[in-house]
């Protein structure tokens, strides 16, 4: 998990501890792959709204990105709409990921220009030698 990621979940671990309800989430997360069917159990196992939260977001926040993702899309898909607005990031500064794609496709774009480029040099100095006749260095 990207560390914008985890601070989201911090810095609003409080609230989602309160607000969150845990078993339909992780009913959604189980169902997308997110979780398994043991960590799921492990939430249901716990005795209060409040722990069944904490345990959700412990399993979370150990897993990949594609658990942060998930556990939005649980959210919305459980009808809590205000609780997943607390994990949007604020588009202004991307993401590492991000900004590594970001990188990553501007190298390719430069090194296409840069063959584009030569290759049209390499055109030219063809056609340049094409258009001087063979007879010139006969005479």
Do not use: C
């Not at 556990?71 to 991307?94: F, T």
């Amino acid at each position: 998990m990207e560390q914008y990621q985890q601070n989201l979940i911090k810095s609003n671990y409080s609230t989602l501890v309160k607000e969150m309800k845990a078993i339909p989430v992780a009913g959604y997360l189980m169902k997308d792959h997110v979780i398994t069917d043991e960590m799921h159990q492990q939430i249901q196992f716990e005795k209060t709204t409040y722990s069944r939260n904490r345990k959700l977001l412990s399993i979370i926040l150990k897993k990949g990105p594609k658990a942060f993702h998930g556990l939005k899309r649980a959210l919305l898909k459980a009808g809590q709409n205000d609780v997943a607005k607390l994990l949007i990031k604020e588009e202004s500064e991307p993401s590492e990921y991000e900004k590594k794609l970001s990188l990553a496709r501007s190298f390719l774009v430069n090194t296409a220009e840069k063959r584009q480029k030569k290759l049209n040099q390499v055109t030219h100095i063809f056609k340049v030698r094409s258009y001087r006749s063979p007879d010139v260095g006969s005479i």
